[in-house]
């Protein structure tokens, strides 16, 4: 029967609850157990597809094209384990499920309520997580407790305890415990108080996870317990660390796992998380470092590009190197000396037209000057237009999304998203096969000729002209046959230079660092010798 984890958050948003939820996710997951995890997320929005990365930050997307909370990357980048549509759930989800029913009229003209129906529903996509093939499935609830919107969750994984027996939930609370400088003090006021609120709708935590800035002293653990009617050993200390990679250690440390087991009456032995702490080791000890810039829309705002940021790292920790990230806004005004100091740069995805003359031209100077570029989705359309319009000479390039009536479309909606694009407009999501062409850049990198990649955007290279980009010299090495795609362009006359119409961030784990981000930080560091050697080197003439 699987077992269910419940991780609630109290106190302030932002504790981390995600990281947690992973942490000990790998935890279990290194001793043998199957398991899954779920994200509840108390808003009304369907999916956070249509969200603002600023409000919202990244969307991540699963294989199977789900547009999901940016959590469940950390699942996926925590457990290695790929997440799907059934691992996220919106409150606009459940309701928009229940009405239809209703419409449907599958209630047989009862009154619907949150209490029964709306928790139902809430419940039955808990089960769906779990089944045979799991043995404990983790469950995030988004949101702080003491929130309105959290209530019919919150609720609904109280009744999950009477449904699925004692032993078979369990119930940790994330709370904060904030020192106070001028009284050179730790307080458990906010935890007390938080504890209170969950107590007050019928659920104890069993756990209490507290984030920290310092050591957690026996006698504050006495205090929390005693307030908090849990046993000392199962208030657990949360202290913060320089990488997120860390926390699963950090909590083997303060046996986190074995509580949780011992709690769900699981019996499994521990086998320790040596390949994991290798990468820690590797994270905490770089050899080398090198310095790219990231060149978007959102660059305020650091969780807009959260997957990318950590694909970088992880290219980082297959080359020994620590990867600093320049966060570059491409609306400065003067560009070229905000670029005289890396030594690789990347252009994310991105929607909407602002910035989009600025990434061209930090794109023209990564060709000029032969700095290795890696173009992510709109980053490799704009590769495409800056191409068109400097080496082709077709002056009005640019892409229908930005100017409908360019005279030079090099970036189009297809003919069937045409059509779609009318009736509200739809996305190519999740994952598509591409074939690489032997002896490309790509194929190097990847070490194979067919890859699967995630996808999320709506236009595409326009194959009209295809002739006359390759015959100036950017090469189409990745495509998805099936309809005739470009998914890869590349500058062979260049050192590192390439463009994907997919997301390869997303697909990135610390311990199995996507091939593209391990080869744009090997080529970066290269990049970065060869300016120790000749610091003033001319443009590379292309
Ligand atoms: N806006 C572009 C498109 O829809 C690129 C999307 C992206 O970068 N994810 O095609």
Not at 28 to 40: A, H, P, Q, T
Not at 253 to 265: A, H, N, T
Not at 298 to 321: Q, R
Not at 406 to 412: A, K, L, N
């Amino acid at each position: 029967m699987t077992k269910y984890v419940f991780v609630t958050g109290g106190v302030v948003s932002s504790l981390g609850k995600g990281i947690t939820a992973s942490s000990l996710a790998r935890l279990l997951k290194s001793r043998g157990l199957r398991v899954d995890m779920l994200k509840l997320d108390p808003y009304f929005n369907v999916d956070p597809g249509t969200m603002s990365p600023y409000q919202h930050g990244e969307v991540f997307v699963t294989e199977d094209g789900a547009e999901t909370d940016l959590d469940l990357g950390h699942y996926e980048r925590f457990l290695d384990q790929d997440m799907a549509r059934k691992n996220n759930c919106t409150a606009g989800q459940i309701y928009d499920n229940v009405i239809s029913k209703e419409r449907r009229g599958e209630f047989l003209g009862k009154t619907v309520q949150v209490i029964p129906h709306i928790t139902n529903e809430i419940k039955s996509r808990i089960t769906n997580v779990g089944g045979p093939t799991k043995d404990i499935v983790i469950v995030e609830v988004g949101g702080t407790v003491g929130d309105i919107e959290s209530l019919p969750f919150l609720e609904a994984i109280r009744q999950m305890r009477l449904d699925v027996g004692r032993d078979n939930v369990l119930y940790i609370h994330v709370t904060l415990v904030p020192y106070i400088r001028s009284s050179e003090e730790m307080k458990t006021k906010p935890t007390q108080h938080s504890v209170g609120k969950l107590r007050e709708i019928g659920i104890e935590p069993d756990i209490i996870v507290c984030r920290t800035e310092r050591p957690l002293e026996e006698e504050l653990r006495a205090k929390i317990s005693l307030f908090c009617s849990v046993p000392s050993e199962a208030v657990v200390e949360a202290r913060d660390v320089p990488s997120i990679y860390e926390v699963p250690l950090a909590f083997e440390r303060e046996g986190l796992d074995e509580l949780v087991l011992m709690q769900l009456r699981v019996r499994s032995h521990r086998q320790g998380l040596q390949e994991w702490a290798a990468m820690v080791d590797r994270i905490r000890n770089p050899k080398k470092k090198v310095t790219v810039a990231l060149a978007g829309k959102y660059v305020e705002l650091k969780d807009a590009y959260k997957s990318v940021g950590e694909a970088l790292l992880h290219g980082g920790i297959a080359n020994d190197s620590r990867v600093h990230i320049k966060y570059l806004d491409v609306e400065s005004p003067d560009l070229e000396r905000e670029l005289a100091d890396v030594q690789g740069i990347l252009v994310p995805g991105g929607f909407g037209d602002r910035g989009v003359e600025g990434k061209i031209s930090v794109i023209q100077y990564a060709r000029v000057h032969g700095v290795p570029y890696l173009g992510l989705c709109l980053g490799m359309q704009c590769a495409v237009i800056e191409f068109a319009r400097n080496v082709c000479n077709l002056k009005s390039a640019h892409s229908t999304e930005f100017n409908a009536k360019t005279t030079h479309p090099v970036i189009d909606l297809m003919q069937e998203q045409k059509s779609i694009h009318k009736k509200g407009g739809t996305m190519r999501l999740g994952v598509y096969p591409c074939k690489l062409k032997p002896g490309s850049l790509a194929a190097s990198l990847y070490g194979k000729t067919l890859v699967e990649e995630r996808h999320r955007h709506r236009y595409e290279f326009n194959p009209k002209y295809r002739r006359a980009i390759e015959s100036r010299g950017m090469k189409i090495s990745g495509e998805y046959t099936e309809r005739h795609l470009a998914e890869i362009v590349e500058l062979p006359s260049h050192p590192f230079f390439i463009g994907v119409q997919f997301h390869p961030e997303f697909k990135s784990r610390p311990t199995r660092p996507h091939a593209l981000f391990k080869g744009f930080i090997e080529a970066a560091l290269e990049f970065k010798l060869a300016q120790n050697r000749e610091p003033s080197a001319a443009p590379v003439a292309l």
